[in-house]
């Protein structure tokens, strides 16, 4: 994906959320560190341009709450987790670049739960890759696309990196 297609998924994915969630009444967004939450904030900006009202957003650190934290080689690196609303009865909208095993998602879910009972979790994504390994199906999907296990799908967002992109690279690091 380039950066136009990028902004035509993200639209799209904005206006699936207002259609679903039937506009922005208890709606939160909150991006799982760190490309997610540069997709949380894109789709905040589009709502609220598209529904002209601010909605809740949060930032996500899932580290801690990672199933592989015991059998890692690299130190973790704990970022502030910032949800400065409350999340009771709030139809949360979960966001993330990239699907793929699904223990990100649970690992997420843990921690937002660590914040109080949402009335509902979705789940926003720009690339769904597939490979489950857990049951999570995202509610909102860019792009799916597939891939081998041994392939990676790197997401650049110009927030974070130079630029907006999506490439597909494979075990050898050849995209």
Same mark, same amino acid.
């Given at each position: +994906?380039?950066? *136009?297609? +990028?902004?035509?998924?993200?639209?799209?994915?904005?206006?699936?959320?207002? @259609? #679903? /969630?039937?506009?922005?009444?208890?709606?939160?967004?909150? &991006?799982?560190?760190?490309?997610?939450?540069?997709?949380? /904030?894109?789709?905040?900006?589009?709502? @609220?341009?598209?529904?002209?009202?601010?909605?809740?957003?949060?930032?996500?650190?899932?580290?801690?709450?990672?199933?592989?934290?015991?059998?890692? #080689?690299?130190?973790?690196?704990?970022?502030?987790?910032?949800?400065?609303?409350?999340?009771?009865?709030? #139809?949360?909208?979960?966001?993330?670049? $990239?699907? =793929?095993? &699904?223990?990100?998602?649970?690992?997420?879910?843990?921690?937002?739960?660590? =914040?109080?009972?949402?009335?509902?979790?979705?789940?926003?994504?720009?690339?769904?890759? &597939?490979?489950? *390994?857990?049951? =999570?199906?995202?509610?909102?999907?860019? #792009?799916?696309?597939?891939?081998?296990? !041994?392939?990676?799908?790197? $997401?650049? +967002?110009? *927030? *974070?990196?130079?630029? !907006?992109?999506?490439? $597909?690279?494979?075990?050898?690091?050849?995209?």
């Amino acid at each position: +994906m380039n950066g *136009e297609e +990028m902004n035509r998924a993200i639209s799209r994915i904005a206006h699936e959320i207002l @259609e #679903k /969630n039937k506009g922005t009444r208890d709606l939160a967004l909150v &991006g799982i560190r760190t490309r997610g939450v540069v997709l949380a /904030n894109r789709l905040k900006e589009k709502i @609220e341009t598209i529904e002209k009202t601010t909605i809740e957003m949060g930032v996500l650190d899932i580290t801690l709450y990672r199933d592989d934290l015991a059998t890692s #080689k690299d130190t973790p690196i704990l970022r502030d987790t910032d949800i400065p609303f409350a999340i009771d009865g709030k #139809k949360v909208v979960l966001c993330d670049d $990239v699907l =793929f095993t &699904g223990r990100t998602i649970r690992a997420a879910i843990d921690a937002l739960v660590d =914040f109080g009972r949402p009335a509902q979790v979705q789940l926003a994504v720009l690339i769904d890759r &597939g490979h489950r *390994e857990l049951p =999570f199906r995202p509610d909102y999907v860019g #792009k799916n696309i597939p891939t081998s296990k !041994d392939m990676r799908v790197k $997401v650049h +967002m110009s *927030e *974070e990196d130079d630029s !907006d992109q999506v490439i $597909v690279v494979d075990g050898k690091g050849q995209s």
